[in-house]
Structure formats: structure tokens, C-alpha cells
């Protein structure tokens, strides 16, 4: 049996103009200490897959196992970094991370302890020097990683990341990625990250899974990727099998998914989309 | 020249004294935030004076602004005499007592209570108590409201209509029912606070319970997708979400009801208090019209003036709350 079974997910979403299918029997199976990354272009159903994982949404068909237990909903032990972080504008970085780490180790951890766990969380992510500022006094990247040691301080068994080094540049995107993969090599923690970024895909995980565009999104291709870790990206820049399995995601993205749509329609779409937001 | 030009002038050599520019534009701009309202103010005063002038009353003229202040000393000087003659009554009964205290040890004393007549400040300060114990006993009520029916969508349709319905009710309309059922319920040999003052107040806590309501209901709503994706996925329990979520998401809603109620409790009390003839500044403007004196009028002016600037303080400290309770303090509130 495996640790985390996703099998023949369905998603339909009401919608004004009647049942929208954003999902369609989508079935994943992942090892305990994978790392996972779901590619595939904007709006085929990346966001929902993570929410159906977390309990936020419900499939309409099929379901999602955690350790033989069916999920339906959220829970602690599966905690999602959000793609637009979503810490509390009125807390401090330390007192959002506080909130997560009162409510999972309320029990089992001292005052001295949780405190203790908070700091070493916040340094994991280089945040000590910031901690007790409010996410309207930090950049963009530093709300980011308060927002992955919210989720790590919650010992989750599955971390679930969306786009979590989005909106980011470069430079920090790389040194984030870095303490990541650190932490995840220290950690073990079985992960579920949403990328737009092939490089970032192949560096990080030990399977991409790609999606085919929605909708009824379902899984298009999953590759292995079998690099030694730790992995360093200069080295890996010229190394013929990281570019060999680069290759072929961009392949499966720009070839086998090109997105064809001619410009009248994106328009339209985008202005149906916009409406259903609203109305949600 | 442009007034900023022109306010700026007088500070130049104030600045190349301290060297600092930062410094000037302070000082430029508090004086633009004083010296403004006061040109305003002068403006309003010259045309009220203007139009006094020209319109004359069975009363009399139209009082103008000097009338009016002289009005309010008046006021003052009434209520100062008015303690006064209190004052001496007590001193008179001391010296009674004692000389009889000195004829006869054993004697019998009696210390009477002597009650001064009701003044426009007495009036101002249980106008004043009214409004604040209406107005909390409605937010104290409110608010709780408020959070469940923007929790539950469901309690929000059952609960709607009844708030809709009685939202746009006149306090006139409430009185005469508040007065007879007080006179009904409130019945005490002893009673703590007159009826009167109930009256008032329930009247003003009935007529100003909805703006807050229904903006803590709007506020709590609105709370966003994501945070409450944050407490879902946390498992907060109830108590803690609307500590921790809701409530600091909902508290700028919050106060714009508070303010409109606190708005609204100001005008409803003055009104009731007229029409119920209860002790308090609306009252005082009754009474002054049925005198009909030469100088009703410019007290009625004074009242007027006075129930306008405390609705604007009252106002004020509502907004310092909201500065205070509020975690962002460099939101811009008005
Ligand atoms: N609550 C909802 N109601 C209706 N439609 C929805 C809802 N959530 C998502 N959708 C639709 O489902 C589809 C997939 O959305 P999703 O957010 O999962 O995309 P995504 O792959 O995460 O995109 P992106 O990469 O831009 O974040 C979209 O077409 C979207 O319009
Ligand atoms: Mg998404």
C-alpha cells in the first residue's frame, strides 16, 4: 500500500453556465519522502489537485488515502504553503508561525519548547533577523519563506506547496530552493510542490508529474528523475542527464500541450474565469 | 500666491536656523492643518452674522454669533449662581445645626439634601450618560449578533428580514411602545435609574443596534478565502478563529458601524428626549421654544452648537478607538 494514494480524482465545479470539469480522473501514487512536482500550463487544474490533497475541496469522484485513511478534511498533518503565502497581516512573522505550532504541539510541547521550535523553524528559513516584524513590513520572498516555516513547524506528513518560490527573483528563488531541498534532505518530508519552472522541477524533485491542459485535466506524463542528492545546480548545468530529463518536460509542455488558443478565445475565457471568481 | 506659498513664507529663516527641511514641512503642515479650518470657520461666522442680521423672528432677531456667545456665558453664569445658592443653603443649615448643637448636645439634627435646579450643564452631562449607556448596551448586543449571522449564512437569511424591517423605524415610532412597556416591566419601589433615562436609552440602543450589526455582518463575511483556507487547514477551533481571523479582519467594518450608530444614537436621544419631555439637552431646547423669551433663541443657538460638537467628539473618540484596537496603525482612517 502506498503512503499517499490520489486515485480517479473527479472535480466539478458549479459554475453560472452549469458543471465545470476541472479534473478527470487524475491517480497518483507517492512514496513516503518523495518529492513531487506537478507542471502543466496555467489553469489546467494544478491549484485544485493540491486543494484536493489539503481537504479544501472536495472530489466530486474519487478520493485521496493518507496512510490508509481517507482524507476529506483539512488537517494539520498535511499543511499547504499557499501560492500567496496567506499569513495573517496582523500577526508577526513569529506569532503567525506561532498560531500553526500552539495548535499542533499544544499537548505534547512545553511553553520553553514551542518557543524554542518556533526560533529553530525561522532560522531554518533565514528569518531570525526578522522574525518580530508583520508581513507588511517584509519583502514579497521573506513573507514567502515565513509562510514555508509556518508549514515545516507543523511536522506535516505531506507538505503541499503551490508555486511556493513564485514570486520570487532569481537570486532568492535559488537560495530558497536551496534551503528546501536542505531541509527536506535533513527532514525527509514527503512534498507536493507546484511549479511553473522546469529547472526548478528537475532540481528538486524525484518525480515530475505532468498535467494536460483542463479542462477534465488529468495526468499527462510522470518522469523519474534519478540524480544523486544533494544536488548542486552548477554542477548540474552541464550535466547531460539533467538536461536530457529538462528536455523532455519542456518537450511535453511546448509540443505534446501546447497551449492553442487563439487570442479571441484566451480573451473570452479569461472574462468567464474572472466572473466565476467573483462569484465564489 | 497660493496659500501653501504663502503659509510656507514666514518659516524660511526658521529653517536655515535649524537646517533641517524635514522639520519645516512639519511645522508647514501643522499650520496648514490649523490655519485652514480657522479661515473656514471665519468664513461661516461672517455669514451667519450676515443673515442674522436679516431675518427677525416673533422672537425677535435671528441671533447671531456674538448674541449666541453672550447666550452661553449667560449659561455659564446661570449655572455657577445655581451652585452657589446650594452651597449656601448647606452652609446656612451647618450654621443652624451647630448653633443648636451648642445649645443642646442631645438635640435631634436633621441634614437635609438640597437639590439644585437643573442647568443646561446638567442637561449635557445626562444627555451625555444616556447616549454612552444606549449606545454600549447596543454594541454589546451588536457585535455578538453580527459575527454569527456573518459566520452562518444561513442565520444570516433567517435573520435578515427582521433586521431589514426594523432598521429604518423611526425612534418616534419606538417611544410611545418603550415608554409603556418600561412603565409595565421597570416597577420599583427603590429604583435605581429613573424611568426616564431607560426610556431614552432603550430608544437609542433599539434605533442604533443595526448600523453596527449589519457592518460587523459584512465585515465578518468578508473575511478572506485564503486566511480562512489558513484556520481550515490549522483546525482552529471556533473561539480561536474569530479571535485570531475574523475579528482583526472585520474590526475597520466594525467601527464604520460603530461610528454610524454612535451617529445615530446622538440624533435619536436629542429627538426623544424633546418629544418624551426625559431630562437631557433636547429637552432643554423644548423648554427654551415654549419660553419664548428674547433670548430662546440664542440659547436654542448654544444647545444646537453644543449637541453638533459633541456628535463630532463623540465621533473623534470613536476613531481613536478604532486607532488604538486597530493593528494597522498606518492605515489611513477618517
Ligand atoms: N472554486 C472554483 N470555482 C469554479 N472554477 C474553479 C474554481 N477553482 C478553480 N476553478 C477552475 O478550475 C481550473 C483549474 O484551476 P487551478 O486554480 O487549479 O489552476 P492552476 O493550474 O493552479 O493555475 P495556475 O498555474 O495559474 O495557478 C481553472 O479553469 C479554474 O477556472
Ligand atoms: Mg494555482
Same mark, same amino acid.
Given at each position: 500500500?502506498?503512503?499517499?494514494?490520489?486515485?480517479?480524482?473527479?472535480?466539478?465545479?458549479?459554475?453560472?453556465?452549469? %458543471?465545470?470539469?476541472?479534473?478527470?480522473?487524475?491517480?497518483?501514487?507517492? +512514496?513516503?519522502?518523495?518529492?513531487?512536482?506537478?507542471?502543466?500550463?496555467?489553469?489546467?487544474?494544478?491549484?485544485?489537485?493540491?486543494?484536493?490533497?489539503?481537504g479544501?475541496?472536495?472530489a466530486?469522484?474519487?478520493?485521496?488515502i493518507?496512510?490508509?485513511?481517507?482524507?476529506?478534511?483539512?488537517?494539520?498533518?498535511?499543511?499547504?504553503?499557499f501560492?500567496?503565502?496567506?499569513?495573517?497581516?496582523?500577526?508577526?512573522?513569529?506569532?503567525?508561525?506561532?498560531?500553526?505550532?500552539?495548535?499542533?504541539?499544544? +499537548?505534547?510541547?512545553?511553553?520553553?519548547?514551542? *518557543?524554542?521550535w518556533? =526560533?529553530?523553524?525561522?532560522?531554518?528559513?533565514?528569518?531570525?533577523?526578522?522574525?518580530?516584524k508583520?508581513?507588511?513590513?517584509?519583502?514579497?520572498?521573506?513573507? %514567502?519563506?515565513?509562510?514555508?516555516?509556518?508549514?515545516?513547524a507543523?511536522?506535516?506528513?505531506?507538505?503541499?506547496?503551490?508555486?511556493?518560490?513564485?514570486?520570487?527573483?532569481?537570486? !532568492?528563488? @535559488?537560495?530558497?530552493?536551496?534551503?528546501?531541498?536542505?531541509?527536506?534532505?535533513?527532514?525527509?518530508? !514527503?512534498?507536493?510542490?507546484?511549479?511553473?519552472?522546469?529547472?526548478?522541477a528537475v532540481?528538486?524533485?524525484d518525480?515530475?508529474?505532468?498535467?494536460?491542459?483542463?479542462?477534465?485535466?488529468?495526468?499527462?506524463?510522470i518522469?523519474?528523475?534519478?540524480?544523486?542528492?544533494?544536488?548542486d545546480?552548477?554542477?548540474?548545468?552541464?550535466?547531460?542527464?539533467?538536461?536530457?530529463?529538462?528536455?523532455?518536460?519542456?518537450?511535453f509542455?511546448?509540443?505534446?500541450?501546447?497551449k492553442?488558443e487563439?487570442?479571441?478565445?484566451?480573451?473570452k475565457?479569461? %472574462?468567464?474565469?474572472?466572473?466565476?471568481? *467573483?462569484?465564489? | 500666491?497660493?496659500? @501653501?506659498?504663502?503659509?510656507?513664507?514666514?518659516?524660511?529663516?526658521?529653517?536655515?536656523?535649524?537646517?533641517e527641511?524635514?522639520?519645516?514641512?512639519?511645522?508647514?503642515?501643522?499650520t *496648514?492643518?490649523?490655519?485652514?479650518?480657522?479661515? /473656514?470657520?471665519?468664513?461661516? #461666522? #461672517?455669514?451667519w452674522?450676515?443673515?442674522?442680521?436679516?431675518?427677525?423672528?416673533?422672537?425677535?432677531?435671528?441671533?447671531?454669533p456674538?448674541?449666541v456667545?453672550?447666550?452661553?456665558?449667560?449659561?455659564? =453664569?446661570?449655572?455657577?449662581?445655581?451652585?452657589?445658592?446650594?452651597?449656601?443653603?448647606?452652609?446656612?443649615?451647618k450654621?443652624?445645626?451647630?448653633?443648636?448643637?451648642a445649645?443642646?448636645?442631645?438635640?435631634?439634627?436633621?441634614?437635609?439634601?438640597?437639590?439644585?435646579r437643573? !442647568?443646561?450643564?446638567?442637561?449635557?452631562l445626562?444627555?451625555?450618560? !444616556?447616549?454612552?449607556?444606549?449606545?454600549?448596551?447596543?454594541?454589546?448586543?451588536?457585535?455578538?449578533? /453580527?459575527?454569527?449571522?456573518?459566520?452562518?449564512?444561513?442565520?444570516?437569511?433567517?435573520?435578515?428580514?427582521?433586521?431589514? $424591517?426594523?432598521?429604518?423605524?423611526?425612534?418616534?415610532?419606538?417611544?410611545p411602545?418603550? $415608554?409603556?412597556?418600561?412603565?409595565?416591566?421597570?416597577?420599583?419601589?427603590?429604583p435605581?435609574?429613573?424611568?426616564?433615562?431607560?426610556?431614552?436609552?432603550?430608544?437609542?440602543?433599539?434605533?442604533?443596534?443595526?448600523?453596527t450589526?449589519?457592518?460587523?455582518?459584512?465585515?465578518?463575511?468578508?473575511?478572506?478565502?485564503?486566511?480562512?483556507?489558513?484556520?481550515?487547514?490549522?483546525?482552529?477551533?471556533?473561539? $480561536?478563529?474569530?479571535? *485570531?481571523?475574523?475579528?482583526?479582519s472585520?474590526?475597520?467594518?466594525?467601527?464604520? /458601524?460603530?461610528?454610524?450608530?454612535?451617529?445615530?444614537a446622538?440624533m435619536?436621544?436629542?429627538?426623544?428626549?424633546?418629544?418624551?419631555?426625559?431630562?437631557?439637552?433636547?429637552?432643554?431646547?423644548?423648554? =427654551?421654544?415654549?419660553?419664548?423669551?428674547?433670548?430662546?433663541?440664542?440659547?436654542?443657538?448654544?444647545?444646537?452648537?453644543?449637541?453638533?460638537?459633541?456628535?463630532?467628539?463623540l465621533?473623534?473618540?470613536?476613531?481613536?478607538?478604532?486607532?488604538?484596537?486597530?493593528?494597522?496603525?498606518?492605515?489611513?482612517?477618517?
Amino acid at each position: 500500500m502506498h503512503f499517499l494514494q490520489i486515485s480517479q480524482v473527479s472535480i466539478e465545479f458549479p459554475t453560472p453556465k452549469g %458543471q465545470f470539469k476541472a479534473l478527470d480522473g487524475v491517480s497518483l501514487n507517492i +512514496r513516503q519522502g518523495d518529492f513531487i512536482s506537478l507542471i502543466g500550463h496555467s489553469g489546467c487544474g494544478k491549484s485544485t489537485v493540491l486543494n484536493i490533497v489539503a481537504g479544501l475541496y472536495q472530489a466530486t469522484e474519487g478520493g485521496v488515502i493518507l496512510e490508509g485513511k481517507e482524507v476529506n478534511e483539512p488537517g494539520p498533518e498535511r499543511a499547504v504553503v499557499f501560492q500567496n503565502h496567506s499569513l495573517l497581516p496582523w500577526l508577526t512573522a513569529y506569532q503567525n508561525v506561532e498560531l500553526a505550532v500552539k495548535q499542533v504541539f499544544n +499537548r505534547t510541547k512545553s511553553k520553553a519548547e514551542m *518557543k524554542e521550535w518556533i =526560533e529553530h523553524n525561522l532560522e531554518l528559513v533565514h528569518m531570525s533577523h526578522a522574525m518580530h516584524k508583520r508581513p507588511d513590513e517584509i519583502s514579497g520572498g521573506m513573507k %514567502q519563506r515565513v509562510g514555508i516555516a509556518r508549514a515545516l513547524a507543523m511536522q506535516p506528513k505531506v507538505l503541499l506547496m503551490d508555486e511556493p518560490f513564485g514570486a520570487l527573483d532569481a537570486l !532568492t528563488r @535559488a537560495h530558497l530552493q536551496d534551503s528546501v531541498m536542505e531541509i527536506q534532505n535533513k527532514l525527509g518530508n !514527503t512534498v507536493i510542490m507546484i511549479t511553473h519552472d522546469v529547472d526548478e522541477a528537475v532540481l528538486l524533485s524525484d518525480r515530475i508529474v505532468m498535467m494536460t491542459n483542463g479542462p477534465a485535466a488529468t495526468i499527462g506524463e510522470i518522469l523519474d528523475v534519478e540524480l544523486d542528492r544533494p544536488r548542486d545546480r552548477l554542477a548540474l548545468a552541464d550535466n547531460p542527464e539533467y538536461n536530457r530529463y529538462r528536455s523532455e518536460v519542456l518537450r511535453f509542455l511546448y509540443e505534446k500541450q501546447r497551449k492553442v488558443e487563439p487570442f479571441e478565445n484566451a480573451k473570452k475565457k479569461n %472574462q468567464t474565469n474572472n466572473k466565476s471568481s *467573483k462569484v465564489a | 500666491m497660493s496659500i @501653501a506659498a504663502f503659509l510656507k513664507q514666514p518659516f524660511k529663516p526658521l529653517s536655515s536656523f535649524s537646517g533641517e527641511d524635514i522639520n519645516r514641512d512639519k511645522i508647514v503642515e501643522i499650520t *496648514k492643518s490649523v490655519s485652514l479650518p480657522m479661515i /473656514g470657520l471665519a468664513v461661516f #461666522l #461672517l455669514i451667519w452674522q450676515l443673515a442674522s442680521n436679516s431675518i427677525v423672528t416673533s422672537l425677535g432677531d435671528f441671533p447671531g454669533p456674538s448674541q449666541v456667545a453672550m447666550q452661553f456665558n449667560n449659561l455659564i =453664569e446661570e449655572h455657577k449662581e445655581e451652585r452657589a445658592n446650594v452651597q449656601k443653603k448647606y452652609e446656612r443649615q451647618k450654621v443652624r445645626n451647630d448653633k443648636k448643637l451648642a445649645k443642646n448636645p442631645d438635640a435631634e439634627i436633621i441634614w437635609r439634601k438640597y437639590k439644585s435646579r437643573t !442647568t443646561f450643564f446638567d442637561q449635557i452631562l445626562t444627555s451625555l450618560i !444616556t447616549v454612552l449607556c444606549g449606545f454600549a448596551v447596543a454594541s454589546f448586543i451588536a457585535i455578538p449578533v /453580527g459575527i454569527v449571522i456573518g459566520l452562518s449564512s444561513s442565520t444570516y437569511s433567517a435573520i435578515n428580514p427582521i433586521i431589514q $424591517t426594523l432598521k429604518p423605524v423611526s425612534p418616534l415610532a419606538w417611544l410611545p411602545i418603550v $415608554t409603556m412597556v418600561v412603565s409595565a416591566v421597570y416597577v420599583s419601589d427603590d429604583p435605581a435609574v429613573s424611568k426616564s433615562f431607560l426610556v431614552s436609552m432603550i430608544t437609542v440602543s433599539l434605533c442604533c443596534l443595526w448600523p453596527t450589526m449589519i457592518n460587523t455582518a459584512v465585515g465578518v463575511a468578508g473575511v478572506s478565502k485564503d486566511l480562512t483556507n489558513v484556520s481550515q487547514v490549522l483546525r482552529l477551533d471556533w473561539l $480561536t478563529h474569530v479571535r *485570531k481571523i475574523v475579528l482583526p479582519s472585520a474590526i475597520p467594518m466594525i467601527f464604520t /458601524g460603530l461610528r454610524l450608530s454612535i451617529g445615530i444614537a446622538w440624533m435619536v436621544l436629542i429627538a426623544a428626549e424633546m418629544l418624551a419631555q426625559n431630562p437631557g439637552l433636547g429637552k432643554f431646547v423644548w423648554d =427654551e421654544f415654549q419660553n419664548g423669551s428674547s433670548n430662546s433663541l440664542g440659547r436654542i443657538m448654544v444647545a444646537i452648537l453644543i449637541i453638533g460638537l459633541i456628535g463630532f467628539f463623540l465621533d473623534r473618540i470613536m476613531l481613536l478607538i478604532q486607532r488604538w484596537v486597530s493593528w494597522d496603525k498606518s492605515a489611513v482612517i477618517r
